[in-house]
């Protein structure tokens, strides 16, 4: 009888590959499943919500400045839609249609600040106008089964504002109106409840799909990564970024966030970076805006490593919002990364870090500062922590020099970042006393020292524009508005992402998003209930540095907090308090991973693989947002091309903004990317000393005191746009000698300014 090892199982009964082929034959009915399901989804082409129309004015013949669908009428949509900026008076019209699933009268009550109106079927239903204090008004009106159509109408007047409306059946209680019930074309409601039901499926098949393929996608991805897992993780991060920011990735060039002035402050930064530093660095903070102030990129962030990383598209000739658009993707990309080699590196363990990785680069903070290319590059941050905790544990030169490095490249990030990053740090070093404590003093103290000198040599030229700025122009926060703007607990429950929006968020969510995620938070409970958070010296750290962010965010609610702000000047920076939550979500970020850690040692091994792949994609489905709302960039116009080759030019765009509209001055800075002139109007975080000034004498364009106040500024080329003015203006414009109309683009006129005493 042939010994056992060497009986050989026939291939067609051997486990292994029986049970892979039931598992590609169930991968390709899954996939053919998802296939026929979402074609059934589009061929029912039913989108759930109202049509919403957002405009800037309470003027009703004012032009309407984005379209969108909402799938709510909410403070809490009305204030994502206009990105957590909306203006000081604004309107918002939405229409379409409302399926009522059994006939009857109903109630519908409106809560609002200040005024708006319900009309069903174009009969007014509940009229709550005017400017008032939030106050409820209802109305009943009989309807039978079926779509009716619906119109709200809501403006607000002046400073903070409410809105909600909810209904009721034949008396019952008032309730939400469930956003599924609303379409923006008129639709049946057997399509709509087959919509829904079909959503559902789609979803739960896509889960199937993810956990049948998950195995198989493990089994590759350990291959690579056993060889290349640094590139590996790299890869598995960019990825994520693709989907977690679609459809950015489609259309990088066309696609952009430039409905919020934010957005197109920033895309001029780096734009203006790659400009200047290759021309003239020494003057690098001389930007072209607010004419003609000095130090102007200091009035915001000026983001030099962003603008390193998108110098290179910037110089081949892309475009400032393609160039931005990259930069952004590579943010959530390297953050995530850096995370996760942090974590692999204390734990050992990939999967922790990947983990991490993904809570930290996809988080509710970072999505709701889509517009703030600043806050998204936070992938030096762990690296810090590593280097800090390597002088601590073995405090050697080149481990502090390692620390100064990334510390310096994190804060030329952001000024914010590099204060919550030195606040991480200095909460990190207090926990572990017992390795600088006693005879470690002189040495670990001497390598920090080293650090912090490295840092503050290079920091320095960048750092002193901006204390020029702050005593000329005083922008820093004092400890008021520090009280006034500390966070509520409502913000650490408030997210971006659908499916805890859906199920809870949406109560608390008001344009402030810290929450960590559930699965996160049972993750860092796992390693505190199992004690991992306070055995592990790494732990402890990250531990502390939650803590530290969470009573920072509250300002002075947190006792101490008005002294240390008084001592520190790098807290008087911080202008938004609550965002030192960002190190809240750091913490469990990294918490999680060792959480990851404890949960790993209680599951067969065999089954890890699965557990890491499902874990993975629960953690990317809570926390997706996609697909994200995009507004179209069609380019600059070509108008202003025409100025880049003439000398001396001082440049102004009209109508001229101040400190109340002062973000219609936004696309005015993106339009002078095409010729780089000196201009007067500017955009950015507040109105610099003497600003308003100039605006309010050059309003009086095209009158002789505006044009002698331009004339006065020493401005020799107006741009003009008509569609604010009027085609009457041009009559105007063209009967004063001083002006000579030199182009005309669309609604775009260009003019040369003679000035005053010239011949004509």
Not at 639 to 656: F, T
Not at 715 to 737: C, K, M, Q, S
């Amino acid at each position: 009888m042939p010994a056992l090892s060497r009986v050989r199982i026939p291939s067609c009964i051997n486990p292994d590959r029986d049970v892979h082929r039931s598992t590609n034959v169930w991968v390709i009915v899954l996939v053919c499943a998802c296939a026929a399901i979402g074609m059934a989804r589009l061929a029912l082409d039913i989108e759930h919500g109202l049509a919403a129309e957002y405009f800037d004015e309470l003027d009703p013949r004012a032009e309407r400045l984005f379209r969108m669908v909402d799938s709510h009428v909410s403070t809490a949509q009305v204030t994502a839609s206009w990105l957590d900026n909306p203006p000081v008076a604004f309107r918002v019209r939405w229409s379409g249609y409302l399926n009522v699933r059994e006939g009857g009268r109903y109630t519908f009550a409106l809560r609002s600040d200040d005024g708006s109106t319900l009309s069903v079927d174009g009969q007014m239903t509940v009229d709550n106008g005017g400017r008032h204090a939030a106050q409820v008004r209802a109305g009943t009106i009989q309807l039978d089964e079926g779509p009716h159509a619906i119109r709200i109408e809501f403006a607000n007047e002046v400073g903070g504002f409410d809105l909600d409306w909810s209904w009721a059946h034949e008396g019952a209680v008032l309730a939400p109106i469930p956003s599924w019930l609303l379409t923006p074309r008129r639709a049946g409601l057997a399509p709509l409840v087959t919509a829904r039901a079909l959503d559902w499926l789609l979803w739960a098949v896509l889960a199937a799909t993810a956990v049948a393929v998950a195995p198989g996608c493990v089994r590759v991805a350990r291959a690579t990564a056993g060889r290349f897992p640094r590139a590996a993780a790299l890869v598995f991060f960019i990825a994520l970024t693709l989907a977690e920011t679609w459809p950015l990735a489609a259309h990088p060039a066309r696609l952009s966030r430039n409905d919020n002035g934010d957005t197109v402050v920033n895309e001029w930064t780096i734009a203006w970076v790659a400009h200047q530093a290759p021309r003239d660095p020494l003057h690098l903070y001389a930007a072209n805006i607010f004419y003609p102030r000095t130090n102007t990129l200091a009035y915001s962030e000026s983001m030099l490593v962003q603008a390193a990383m998108g110098a290179p598209l910037a110089w081949l000739g892309a475009s400032p919002v393609l160039t931005y658009n990259v930069v952004l993707m590579l943010g959530f990309a390297l953050t995530g990364w850096t995370m996760c080699l942090a974590i692999q590196r204390w734990t050992g363990d990939w999967s922790a870090g990947l983990v991490s990785g993904l809570l930290l680069a996809f988080n509710a903070h970072s999505f709701t500062r889509l517009p703030h290319l600043q806050a998204l590059h936070a992938e030096f941050l762990p690296l810090s922590m590593v280097a800090l905790d390597a002088v601590l544990r073995d405090p050697r030169v080149g481990h502090a020099l390692r620390l100064g490095m990334y510390f310096t490249l994190q804060a030329l990030t952001s000024v914010y970042l590099l204060v919550f990053t030195a606040s991480a740090m200095a909460a990190a070093a207090l926990v572990r006393p017992e390795t600088w404590w006693g005879r470690r003093f002189t040495p670990v103290v001497s390598r920090l020292l080293l650090a912090a000198i490295v840092s503050a040599i290079v920091l320095f030229p960048y750092l002193l524009p901006y204390w020029t700025v702050y005593r000329q122009q005083g922008v820093a926060t004092g400890a008021a508005t520090a009280t006034s703007s500390g966070a509520i607990w409502a913000h650490y429950l408030g997210t971006p992402s659908r499916i805890d929006y859906a199920v809870f968020s949406h109560k608390y969510f008001a344009g402030v998003a810290l929450f960590p995620g559930v699965i996160g938070l049972v993750l860092t409970a796992l390693a505190l209930g199992t004690g991992q958070a306070f055995r592990d010296a790494r732990a402890r750290m990250c531990l502390r540095v939650g803590v530290c962010g969470l009573a920072l965010s509250f300002g002075n609610k947190t006792p101490g907090y008005a002294a240390l702000h008084r001592v520190l000047p790098l807290l008087q920076a911080v202008r938004d308090v609550p965002r030192f939550g960002y190190l809240v979500i750091f913490a469990v970020s990294a918490l999680a991973g060792f959480g990851v850690v404890g949960l790993r040692a209680r599951i067969h091994r065999g089954w890890w693989p699965w557990c890491a792949a499902t874990l993975l994609a629960a953690i990317a489905l809570e926390t997706a947002v996609a697909p994200i709302r995009f507004t179209r960039f069609e380019g600059v116009p070509s108008i202003y091309s025409q100025l880049r080759d003439v000398a001396s030019s001082i440049v102004i765009e009209m109508p001229i903004y101040d400190r109340i509209a002062a973000f219609h001055n936004a696309p005015y800075l993106l339009n002078s990317t095409a010729h780089w002139k000196p201009m007067v109007n500017g955009y950015i975080g507040f109105e610099p000393t003497g600003y308003r000034e100039t605006v309010d004498e050059c309003r009086y364009f095209p009158a002789e005191r505006g044009v002698a106040a331009m004339q006065a500024a020493g401005i020799t080329h107006v741009f003009v746009h008509l569609r604010l003015y009027g085609e009457g203006i041009v009559d105007t414009i063209d009967a004063n000698p001083a002006f000579h109309q030199l182009a005309r683009k669309g609604e775009i006129v260009l003019y040369r300014l003679d000035p005053p005493g010239a011949q004509p």
